[in-house]
């Protein structure tokens, strides 16, 4: 997987995979490798190569801001997947008529954050998927009204399908 994280305004590429609790691939095209196991919900425990341990914390803001932390540093970041449709669309800016929100992998759905017909705003998580032991929330592209939610708390989802639609 290649994600894009901005970390206090510079982009760094994230190349990713996963073997058992390894994590390994680049960053910026320096290797890296680690073993992280979740202690709790939204915590990892992290070990590097060298046996270094960091617990790294994901908390979302009253403001919908995403922040790590590590440690005691708190760091304000935003982790784009580039080959999801959603990043592409709001890269492009399209924002007229209503607006899907597809799953960007194979996962599991955890939890509805907005039910249908309810409003949402620009930027708030609508619906939350679990894949690979990490819970993605998954933002309104858009400010509007929640049409549809096609998918329940505990369905299992593929990559590429409508989970809610935003008019």
Known sequence: ?????????KTYRVEIARAGSRWSGKIDGQPFDVDAVPTARDILSII?????????KRERALNGELHMLVGSS???????????????????????????????????????LVPQGGEVEVGKGVVVVEAMKMQNELKSPKSGKVQKVLVSEGATVNAGDTLAVIE
């Open 1 to 9: 997987m290649v994600y894009d994280i901005v970390i206090s305004e």
């Open 48 to 56: 590097e190569g060298e046996g270094k341990a960091y617990e790294v």
């Open 74 to 112: 708190r760091y304000s970041c935003e982790i784009n997947d580039p080959r999801s449709l959603r990043t592409r669309r709001a890269a492009a800016g399209s924002t007229e008529g209503p607006q899907k929100i597809v799953a960007p992998m194979p996962g599991k759905v955890v939890r509805i």
